[in-house]
T-cell receptor, first 115, second 113 residues
Framework: DGGITQSPKYLFRKEGQNVTLSCEQN?????MYWYRQDPGQGLRLIYY???????QKGDIAEGYSVSREKKESFPLTVTSAQKNPTAFYLC??????????????FGAGSRLTVL | GQQVMQIPQYQHVQEGEDFTTYCNSS?????IQWYKQRPGGHPVFLIQ?????EVKKQKRLTFQFGEAKKNSSLHITATQTTDVGTYFC?????????????FGTGTRLKVLA
């Protein structure tokens, strides 16, 4: 089955610790995205990547870092600089067409709680 | 940057009643997408609209793209408990030369049996 796998599903972290969320896709999609969702709120874009070894900041990149060393993988690190990291993190991917929009496929998400 | 406003934020309806959510943009859009997120789940793609004035139907769901391509709506006829969830519109794609998708704030639908 093709899809996006996010791990861990649940994660608890102490203040001051960095944590890395995994996102792997076997859809052969070019682009990958990280969104943050707070309770009862919409999705806010953290980072996105259109090609290996390249990525761009989204609207709320401060306190986060990413890498794209392989097409299939786009891990997100939540650093201690992120002031309010407790949230639901969603990874997504899409193919890239020359024109028009492309459908986003989402993973099941990772719920991070800072204690 | 691009923004999209979505209303209402919440909607509670009795089962069998209709429901509509709206998305509005200050700029002309090349396309708009709609997603549904069930409680505790992740967003799932529903549909994409591209043409001015376009109307698409999926069973009890009707999607419209405004003539000026600045707004869109999702209408559900005779809601069922399976319609519960949050409905998001999303804009972006290759419009600005980058593949950046911006989501509306979502409309959370609760259906009372």
């Amino acid at each position: 089955d093709g899809g996006i796998t996010q791990s861990p599903k649940y994660l608890f972290r102490k203040e001051g610790q960095n944590v890395t969320l995994s996102c792997e896709q076997n859809l052969n999609h070019d682009a990958m995205y990280w969104y943050r969702q707070d309770p009862g709120q919409g999705l806010r874009l953290i980072y996105y990547s259109q090609i290996v070894n390249d990525f761009q900041k989204g609207d709320i990149a401060e306190g986060y870092s990413v890498s794209r060393e392989k097409k299939e993988s786009f891990p997100l690190t939540v650093t201690s600089a992120q002031k309010n990291p407790t949230a639901f993190y969603l990874c997504a991917s899409s193919i890239l067409r020359g024109t028009g929009a492309n459908v986003l496929t989402f993973g099941a998400g990772s719920r991070l709680t800072v204690l | 940057g691009q923004q999209v406003m979505q209303i209402p934020q919440y909607q509670h309806v009795q089962e069998g009643e209709d429901f509509t959510t709206y998305c509005n943009s200050s700029t002309t859009l090349s396309n708009i997408q709609w997603y549904k997120q069930r409680p505790g789940g992740h967003p799932v793609f529903l549909i994409q609209l591209v043409k001015s004035g376009e109307v698409k139907k999926q069973k009890r769901l009707t999607f419209q793209f405004g003539e000026a391509k600045k707004n869109s709506s999702l209408h559900i006829t005779a809601t069922q408990t399976t319609d519960v969830g949050t409905y998001f519109c999303a804009i972006g794609g290759s419009t600005s030369g980058t593949y950046k998708y911006i989501f509306g704030t979502g409309t959370r639908l609760k259906v009372l049996a």
